[in-house]
Structures are given as structure tokens and as C-alpha cells.
């Protein structure tokens, strides 16, 4: 079984978006992790409609997959890092962020894209845990109707320092909203190295039934910092063979957001490393 491979545009900031696509399609990429952004496809600006077919055509033209991310830092508030959320007391703030997650999934289906990502954001100060969840739910009600309508899976990650912020998290969510069908699981695998109990390659089989998209990069312990492949502590031949295993069609994206200033360097060494790993396996080459 082979994985695709993606990079993150929130890693490509300071490349046009038609060159950032360029690049990846000419660096052998299946895909890309578009990012919804003042600086890439802005979802606020006039004439999305027209912007988002413009993209779709240049995705088709350069044979690339695409997922539809939603972690821009200050898309909704210029003063505000990924401001307001889900979590946001104020009940107008949160319909702001469940209109973007909406209109998210509608670019992602005049795209073509396999998923839309999200997250639930940070827990409020004063805010209980029962009515941070209540808001979560409430909120993505919404997103979830808009994903069956689009036939989009809607992938929220588990986030460190995040009301959902573990695999165990994700779970609870499922439960309270009754299991809804397109809600899955973005699994970061940097992330599982950061906070998981248990370790990255057992993560990815836990996690095999939801999974919708995958971001990768390395990572240590304790510590939420994207790194380059080979500066963290994450074995990765074993991690991408057991995704490869799950039988996971998405993309599986690398995702460096601080990394820009290098970001086609490392898009380029990024897929090295990742093909390197892949054929270190004990099976089949998984990339």
C-alpha cells in the first residue's frame, strides 16, 4: 500500500500560490495541504467563488490531491492568534469561526479536496469543561450538517494546549455529538510524540478507523515545536508503515508553519527524508 505524500502552504507563505503548487507538483508531491489564508485563497476576500475555480483548475493541471486546512493564525482578527474559536464566549465570535469552517467545506468541495481540517481552540479562562464542550458541539453542529451536504469528511486535530487536545479527546467528542459519519480524526504525528501516552506508531493503528488526514514532521517530548525531519526524536520507518498498513487514501501532509523562510528547501529535503524512511521498512516501500 502506498502513501501520498502533501506539503502544508502554511509552510510556503512567502510563495505565490500558483508557484507554491508548482513547486510541489515538480518536486513529485501527490498533494497539498492548502491553508485558507489572507496570503494563499483567502476565504473573506471578494470573488472566492471565481479564485477557488481558478485553483481547482491549476490542482487538476498539476495532478495534485488537496485537503482544506483551517489554521490560519489571524484570518477572522488581526489581533487575535486563530481568534475567535469555537470556545469564544461570545456567541457571535463563535458563529464567525463556524461560518469559516462552513465555507471551508464548500471550497473544499468545488476543490475536489478529500477533507477539511479543523480544531476547537483553546479553553477560555473561567470556562468550565462542561460548557467548553457544550460550545464545541453547538458550534460544529453546523460544519457537520454542511460536510454531509458536501459529502466532505470534516477532520478535527487534536491540538496540545487545546480543549481537544489528545486521541482520548477526540473520542469524548464523538460520543457527545452521537458518532456522527463525517466526523473523522486529523492525526498529527508530531503531536503524538509531543503528548500521546502511548507512542507515535501505535497512535496511527489506534487511530485507523477516523482517520480523514494525516500532518507529519518531527517532534520531541514535551515539547509543541514543527521540527525538520531528523531534529526531533519520532523513528519514522515504522510510523509510515503502520499508516501505510491502515489502508489511509488521504494525503499525508508536512507541516512546518515557521518554517517559510525556507519552506521550498525544505519541501524538497522533506520528501527525500520521507522516501529515505519509507524504503527503511520492513516491507514494501510505503511512499
Sequence with gaps: ?????????NGLTD??????LGLLADLGYDGVGLTL??????????DLAARTRHVAHRLTELGLGVTVETGARYVLDPRRKHGPSLLDPDPDARAARTGLLVRAVEVAADLGAHAVHCFSGITPPGTTAGTAWQ??????????????????P?????????LLATLADFHHLRTLLGDPEPLGLTLDIGHCQCLEPDPPVDCVKSAAPWLRHV??????????EHLPFGDGEIDFPPV??????????????V????????GPELARTSLEFLRSAARDTNGAAAC
Design 1 to 9: 500500500m502506498t502513501l501520498r505524500l502533501g506539503y502544508g502552504t
Design 15 to 20: 510563495l505565490r500560490l500558483d508557484d507554491a
Design 37 to 46: 489564508d489572507h496570503m494563499h485563497l483567502d476565504p473573506l476576500a471578494p
Design 135 to 152: 460550545r464545541l458541539t453547538d458550534a460544529l453542529t453546523p460544519v457537520l450538517d454542511a460536510a454531509t451536504r458536501a459529502g466532505i
Design 154 to 162: 470534516l477532520a478535527i486535530e487534536p491540538e496540545p494546549g487545546h
Design 215 to 224: 500532518q507529519i514532521e518531527d517532534m520531541r517530548r514535551g515539547v509543541h
Design 240 to 253: 509510515l508503515e503502520a499508516l501505510a498498513a491502515t489502508g489511509y487514501r488521504g494525503l499525508t501532509v
Design 255 to 262: 507541516e512546518l508553519p515557521r518554517h517559510s523562510h525556507a
